[in-house]
């Protein structure tokens, strides 16, 4: 964990704003790299050429089966196909087996990997919280205060329209009159008279 932290301290460390103003860009920039960060390697360039290769290969089968059989000398679309089928097999079966490798870790250990990777965040999650701590205390309190106060708003606001958990919302009304109302719901009557009419029916 001390290791993977160095490693935060020494990518950021041009990036540190020791002095200035802190900013919500500046808090983004390090929210994304707290998402991007992983103890898991990447694809590798054969494994993601694999899957290109597998994806080129299916796109030209079709292509080719939907082009007219005159276009083609006798037996030669059948070998086309044959040639795409093969081609796509090979690429999409060696992308897989390179990510099993690269991701059977995380299935044969679960718990271990999932520690792991506790460790990681947790050394990054410290490091963002040093670098908060750069900046005056009131610049951070007027800041969350104030994503607070935009987070309380909208989530009154998404309440409204879609509701939640204590009360529907206004698009859940809506909904459930319009499969009341629709027909073929089985509502006939006056009631049927006040049904809402859509052209899609």
């Keep these: 964990m001390d290791m993977q932290a160095s490693e935060c301290n020494g ?18 920039e390090k929210a994304q790299g707290y998402a991007a960060q992983s103890i898991h390697p990447k694809p590798s360039r054969l494994e993601k050429g694999g899957t290109w290769v597998g994806v ?15 276009l083609f ?21 060696l992308s897989f087996v390179l990510m099993l490798k690269r991701e059977g870790r995380q299935y044969i250990k679960p718990r271990l990997t999932h520690a792991a990777e506790m460790d990681g965040d947790f050394a990054y999650w410290a490091y963002l919280v040093d670098q ?16 607070s106060t935009l987070r309380q708003g909208m989530t009154e606001r998404m309440g409204l ?3 939640g958990l204590q ?10 009159l319009y499969c009341s109302f629709a027909p073929g719901s089985g509502v006939t009557g006056p009631v049927r008279s006040m049904s809402i009419r859509s052209p899609l029916c």
């Design 11 to 28: 990518a950021d460390a041009s990036t540190k704003p020791v002095t200035g103003e802190l900013t919500f860009s500046w808090l983004f």
């Design 56 to 70: 080129v290969a299916t796109g030209l089968g079709l292509l080719t089966a939907a082009l007219p059989d005159s």
């Design 167 to 176: 009360k529907l919302g206004f698009f859940p009304v809506l909904g459930a």
């Design 132 to 147: 908060l701590r750069a900046f005056p205390r009131d610049e951070r309190e007027q800041r969350l205060r104030f994503a």
């Design 73 to 93: 000398p006798a037996g030669s679309q059948i070998m086309i196909l044959m040639g795409c089928l093969l081609t796509e097999i090979v690429g999409f079966l």
């Design 161 to 163: 329209v879609f509701g």
